[in-house]
């Protein structure tokens, strides 16, 4: 009773489309939750975003939920998980892409799922890492170990969603480094982020895991943004 009344008069909002969420309405509403455009990558193994690491990185697997497009209810979501501290968008997200991923085979081998981290400058300005709640679900779901300490961000980059492929790599080539011991050896890692576009910053993760011996790699985003 005490919630609804809450509810009444401080309605949640919907961050697709902002309207008010209806008492049966969890995170996104309805109609929201009816239009995201779902990619269903992970029932393709040579998808898009697969292909997109040819020749760039050797993955197992490569899907994003759903496609990313300007002034669509994708972006006004991850706008509202990153910036206006929606965190329940990454757990709705990973809690419904979870299960899809739980039957794809590539991933039946998955030990760690590992988030791309944020700077120390930028964890502290934003409070949160925006990747953590959508992780920790998919990790759940596949029943693998979330490890948000073997990847580390070194340097502090700007956000590079403004430059090419070319001028992107050439700043986050270095970016990333991992702490690792022998019990990590040989372990299938999944990096996990919201959006992928260029592929740059997952490219420079994804190189920071492989020079743990013997290791394997596997990605998952939130959405798919072409660049």
């Known amino acids: 009773m005490f919630r609804s009344l809450v509810n009444l008069l401080f309605p949640m909002s919907c961050p697709g489309c902002g309207g008010p969420l ?12 009816h ?11 040579e998808n898009e975003m697969y292909r997109r690491f040819y020749g760039r990185l050797p993955v197992e697997h490569a899907s994003a939920m759903v496609y990313f497009h300007k002034k669509d209810i994708v972006q006004e979501a991850i706008h509202n998980l990153k910036y206006r501290g929606r965190e329940e968008v990454g757990l709705m997200m990973g809690r419904w892409y979870g299960p899809d991923l739980k039957g794809v085979a590539a991933l039946q081998t998955v030990d760690d799922v590992v988030p791309v981290p944020l700077h120390g400058k930028k964890l502290r300005e934003r409070g949160y890492n925006q990747v953590t709640k959508f992780g920790r679900a998919i990790a759940e779901a596949l029943g693998a170990n979330y490890n948000e300490t073997i990847l580390y961000r070194a340097t502090y980059t700007k956000t590079q969603t403004k430059k090419n492929l070319t001028a992107r790599a050439e700043i986050i080539g270095s970016a990333f480094d991992v702490s690792f011991t022998e019990a990590d050896n040989c372990k299938h890692f999944l990096l996990v982020d919201d959006v992928i576009t260029t592929g740059a910053t997952l490219e420079s993760c994804g190189k920071a895991l492989l020079k743990i011996p013997g290791a394997r790699l596997s990605i998952v985003t939130m959405a798919y943004a072409h660049s």
């Open 22 to 33: 209806l008492e049966n309405e969890n995170t996104i509403c309805t109609r929201c939750r």
């Open 35 to 45: 239009d995201m455009p779902l990619t269903l990558q992970h029932l393709m193994p």
